[in-house]
């Protein structure tokens, strides 16, 4: 993966693809590539360090066996399943998470739905029935606090326990930190440092630069009346601090822009449902109906409400300044370039 000033370098140019996944659903036959496969266990929210280290755990296991490499994952969140009243601010929903194991290398995913079968489903039975018996695994990776089966009576010792009762292999990965003396990595605290606007500790957690993707919808225009016209998306349950942010932009073609978004209300003008603006810098072009992904290199501001639009804009061109600054400097791996 290409640092930012590699990315830059490469001005416009599209990234190359990250190679071809195998995605394996409820219903579907397992397919030839992905028999025997050994399978990093999890929910995976935001692919974080941690995360990367049981994808990395998983590809050297299933190199030593001449099996698949592959990640079993559960959608939709089985938070969201236990409480679905209660919005859960996901890092990564189903399509980035895809996007980022690509880039990661595995072969396969298999994708389980969480839902009142599969939380009724105890230890034993998740191994035998789906683990050894629906996907036909040869063995499992986890991390060091996986918990599963009916009431979460499933933790570690107890899948070791099961897998080498069925003839399944077995590892457990220990915790990883970001640098020493901190707590391990999480998925809880990378939304923390989002919520809270810290998007350096948040990447740096990551290991990459978090992005989201979405179609970008029809606004007001109010952006192409300051100078400053904006690509919107709307991203349902997205708990980052409201502010504006040096963002870099990967477009349906591939290429990368540079740019500055606000996400938040618009408090000068409209104070409406939260919504994603992103300026694009050096573009012009129709990108309505069509899904970007923006990924955000640096927080520059919290939203204000600014006394008139001619101090906003005064505002905005500082804001861009900033923006072209920080993304100048920043060397955070990308998973979008």
């Known amino acids: 993966m290409p640092s930012s000033d590699e990315t830059a370098a490469k001005g416009s140019a599209a990234p190359s693809a990250p190679p071809r996944l195998i995605v394996n659903r409820d219903g579907a036959p397992i397919p030839p590539g992905l ?119 499933g933790t570690p010792a107890v899948l070791a326990a ?39 500790r948040a990447n740096r957690l990551l290991g990459f630069r978090w992005f989201v993707q979405g179609e970008v919808r029809h606004g007001d225009k109010r952006g192409r009346t300051l100078g400053f016209p904006t690509a919107n998306v709307a991203l349902p349950g997205c708990g980052l601090a409201h502010g504006i942010y040096a963002v870099r932009v990967r477009l349906p073609d591939g290429s990368l822009r540079d740019g500055v978004a606000s996400y938040g209300r618009r408090p000068t003008f409209d104070n409406g449902a939260p919504l994603l603006e992103t300026t694009l810098f050096d573009f012009s072009g129709d990108l309505y109906g069509r899904t970007i992904a923006v990924e955000f290199v640096g927080y520059i501001r919290g939203e204000a409400r600014f006394a008139s639009a001619e101090a906003l804009t005064a505002r905005m061109h500082e804001d861009a300044a900033e923006a072209r600054r920080i993304l100048a400097a920043d060397a955070v791996p990308s998973m979008i370039a």
């Open 162 to 200: 099961l897998c080498a009762e069925n003839g399944l292999a077995c590892r457990v990965v220990e915790a990883v930190t970001a640098e020493t003396g901190e707590s391990p990595v999480s998925s809880s605290a990378i939304r923390a440092s989002l919520e809270a606007g810290d998007v350096a």
């Open 35 to 153: 028999r025997g496969a050994v399978a990093a266990l999890g929910n995976f929210d935001g692919l974080h360090q941690g995360h990367r280290a049981l994808i990395a755990a998983v590809r050297r296991e299933a190199a030593a066996v001449g099996a698949p490499s592959t990640v079993l994952t559960f959608e939709p969140h089985p938070r969201s399943f236990f409480s679905p009243a209660t919005p859960m601010f996901r890092l990564t929903d189903e399509a980035v998470k895809l996007a980022v194991l690509a880039r990661l290398g595995v072969d396969g995913v298999f994708v389980r739905r969480f839902d009142a079968a599969l939380a009724g489903t105890g230890a034993a039975a998740f191994v035998t029935g789906l683990l050894k018996g629906e996907l036909g695994l040869s063995g499992v990776v986890i991390g060091h606090d996986f918990h599963f089966g009916r009431g979460r009576e």
